[in-house]
């Protein structure tokens, strides 16, 4: 929901309220969490309260102190800040409702510098000082502003729940996008930029790369010397007093991931912000018969989904069971096997996935689908296969390399008259009897020979 739609949206703030449906440089105000750190029992405590920033506005600080007061009774801190004053919101110029602001007390750690900015010479009282941080909830920029509370009575260390702290800020640093994704080989550009309220500032600007616990140096830069350290990437030297201290990298690799700081010091003011580049390759898809096959009922077919060059390894592989046309839900084939993850030379990863598929008449025109997610993918990739599925032959079917029935029946008739001239054969050896034979042995001979040779002619056996 956006602002030039006609809405209604407000922040309610205990009795108060004002509207939240307009950009930080619209409203010039803010609602964000005071955390101050405690010592109690030896332990460190974080004690967290509601504080409103108001930003420097067209509004006279006469008119801005009203403001503070309206809600001086509704249990918030409220930090006025007043002229001469950096603009915060030129950094952090976006709907009040996407980002989220947390304040702190800084500590300068015992450097006492005065500040050369406007007011800040002349007073051996240190400065009191807090930092705002501004961060776009979906990573688009993150802003820290130094705020400075000159030395005056009404600049006491315990801050009420109610109180009004008149501050300027002084010094700002941004960053932007915070979150950096890049396919490998491509030129990328890391935005870091600050702002002083002072020109000429004695700064020093540095980048390291931090990546599982090692912490290295990319780039050093101090304006007091001249002299500029470069190890790894590019910053323009010639921008950094513009307040351009953006990092380019050169054809990235896995090498190439990992946190970027990006830190400025201007004495006794410290502040970094962190950008995390990460390194995603989408995923190349093939699936194997290609997209259409024909089956017979009972055949079976093993279905493969090649998944290759995907960064980084996790990825989500599924086959699917479509029929086209039905509203219904996919079915997710089950007993799905998966290959090793396969180590390609470029550091990305390739993957397997494949199942058996018997096919049955209920098979016929439906599409499997191998669906795959992964990081560097809004939408999954789908590949399909259509799916033909033929009635097996019934009894009788002429089938192509095989003898028909009529065929078949032929070579057993033979086989059985071939087996019955065999036993003929054997009883032929009755012929050869001597023929003193008696007529009684020659009865039982005949006899035999008709039993052993029912189909055998006659002359075959003794006459």
């Known amino acids: 929901m956006f602002c030039n739609v006609v809405v209604v949206c ?16 619209q409203s010039g105000r803010m609602m964000c969490s005071f955390v ?30 009203a403001r503070a007061r309206e809600f001086q009774h509704s249990g918030v801190i409220t930090f006025l800040v007043k002229d001469p004053s950096l603009h915060v919101a030129r950094h952090a110029d976006e709907d009040t409702d996407k980002l989220q602001c947390e304040m702190k007390r800084y500590s300068t750690a015992g450097i006492h510098a005065p500040w050369p900015g406007a007011g800040g010479v002349g007073s051996d009282t240190p400065d009191n000082w807090f930092t705002c ?32 702290l008149r501050v300027s800020a002084v010094f700002v640093v941004h960053s932007g996008p915070t979150v950096v994704e890049t396919a490998l080989r491509r030129d990328v550009r890391l935005d870091c930029g600050f702002t002083v309220d002072h020109a000429r500032p004695d700064v020093t600007v540095e980048w390291r790369l931090q990546l ?7 780039f050093s830069y101090a304006s007091r010397s001249g002299q500029a350290e470069r190890l790894e990437g590019e910053v323009s030297v ?30 006794p003011l410290y502040s970094s912000q962190d950008i995390q580049l990460d390194i995603v390759e989408s ?62 030379m470029d550091g ?40 033909a599925v033929e009635a097996a032959p019934q009894i009788g079917t002429i089938l192509l390399g095989l003898p028909s029935q009529s065929k078949r029946n032929e070579q057993q008739e033979e086989t059985v008259l071939n087996r019955e001239h065999e036993e003929c054969s054997r009883s032929a050896w009755i012929r050869l009897l001597p023929s ?16 052993t040779a029912t189909h055998c002619s006659a002359e075959m056996c003794i006459r």
């Open 10 to 25: 407000f922040w309610l703030l205990n009795a108060g309220s004002f509207s939240a449906c307009f950009t930080l440089k």
């Open 36 to 65: 101050e750190e405690q010592s109690h029992l030896g332990e460190i405590q974080y004690l967290q309260r509601n504080a409103l920033l108001l930003l420097n506005s067209p509004d006279t600080e006469e008119e801005r102190a």
């Open 133 to 164: 941080t501004i961060k776009h909830r979906e990573n688009q920029f993150s802003v820290t502003a130094f705020l400075r509370q000159p030395p005056s009575p009404e600049s006491e260390l315990r801050i009420g729940d109610t109180d009004t």
């Open 212 to 218: 599982r616990g090692d912490r290295r140096k990319l």
């Open 238 to 267: 010639a921008e950094i007093p513009r307040g351009n201290a953006s990092l380019r990298l050169a054809g990235v690799t896995l090498k190439s991931e990992g946190t970027y700081v990006c830190s400025v010091y201007v004495p």
């Open 283 to 344: 995923p190349r898809v093939s699936v194997s018969p290609s997209s259409s096959l024909t089956l017979q009922e009972g055949a079976e077919e093993k279905l493969v989904c090649d998944i290759d060059g995907y960064y980084p390894l996790d990825v989500q592989v599924e086959w699917l069971r479509e029929v086209p046309g039905e509203r219904r839900l996919p079915h997710v084939v089950k007993h799905i096997l998966f290959t090793s993850h396969r180590h390609n």
């Open 348 to 387: 990305t990863y390739g993957i397997s996935a494949f199942f058996l598929l018997r096919a049955s008449l209920q098979d016929h025109g439906v599409d499997y689908t191998c669906r795959v997610s992964h990081k560097s993918l809004r939408v999954s990739i789908r590949k399909s296969v259509r799916l």
């Open 436 to 451: 003193f034979l008696s007529s009684k042995a020659e009865g039982w001979i005949r006899s035999l020979c008709y039993r």
